[in-house]
Antibody, heavy 124, light 111 residues
Framework: QVHLQQWGAGLLKPSETLSLTCAVY????????WTWIRQPPGKGLEWIGD???????TYNPSLKSRVTISVDKSKNQFSLKLKSVTAADTAIYYC??????????????????WGQGTLVTVSS | EIVMTQSPLSLPATPGEPASISCRSG???????????LDWYLQKPGQSPQLLIY???HRASGVPDRFSGSGSGTVFTLKISRVEAEDVGIYYC?????????FGGGTKVEI
């Protein structure tokens, strides 16, 4: 049974860089999409982006200029960096595993395993 | 981006009774391959979201069969045949046809 464990700094000042890491235990690292999703306090879910099993990254256009998702296959870990944070970036950040479904050359993934979430607060 | 709209926002439920949540998308989620790229997630209080339904109607592993998903195109429904106390939480629909993936605003189910 796969388990995702995430960590990172929980309190940032405006303009700093958010950095979170997610470790994958108990399952294969290859062949999945490794995804970050966030949830502002009391609000809904926002997809940030993913690192696909083909080695490419896809980002939410609203965050694309500030976000980087990377993978360290040797450690079964993936990471999120979001630069120049503001109070609007205050949220619970979740890592998730996306299981791909490909047919007729079109692939999508559903999020079947999630990390425990990390509350990141941006405040001066 | 594709806008997802859920209703109702809040759903008082009675144990043993059915419950239903609606999700509408701003454009069709039906791919030419015949699949609807619509998932349902449940976020129980204080927990991370968990997958219930993928591709519109396929129950995820371990999900009780009292949960079912239906619909096609732009209109989808999540049904709970007999609500149990453990079903409380916020239900989200999510489209994965286009980037960015987008979620509905959520429906809070309370007993």
């Amino acid at each position: 049974q796969v388990h995702l464990q995430q960590w990172g700094a929980g309190l940032l000042k405006p303009s700093e860089t958010l950095s979170l890491t997610c470790a994958v235990y108990g399952g294969s690292f290859s062949g999945y999409y490794w995804t970050w999703i966030r949830q502002p306090p009391g609000k809904g879910l926002e997809w940030i982006g993913d690192f696909g099993h083909g080695g490419s990254t896809t980002y939410n256009p609203s965050l694309k200029s500030r976000v980087t998702i990377s993978v360290d296959k040797s450690k079964n870990q993936f990471s999120l960096k979001l630069k120049s944070v503001t109070a609007a970036d205050t949220a619970i950040y979740y890592c998730a595993r996306g299981t791909p479904f490909c047919i007729d050359g079109y692939c999508y993934d559903w999020f079947d395993s999630w990390g425990q979430g990390t509350l990141v607060t941006v405040s001066s | 981006e594709i806008v997802m709209t859920q209703s109702p926002l809040s759903l008082p439920a009675t144990p043993g009774e059915p419950a239903s949540i609606s999700c509408r998308s701003g454009q069709s989620l039906l791919h030419r391959n015949g699949y609807n790229y619509l998932d349902w997630y449940l976020q129980k209080p204080g927990q991370s979201p968990q997958l219930l339904i993928y591709l519109g109607s396929h129950r995820a592993s371990g999900v009780p069969d009292r949960f079912s998903g239906s619909g096609s195109g732009t209109v989808f429904t999540l049904k709970i045949s007999r609500v149990e106390a453990e079903d409380v939480g916020i239900y989200y629909c999510m489209q994965a046809l286009q980037t960015p993936v987008t979620f509905g605003g959520g429906t809070k189910v309370e007993i």
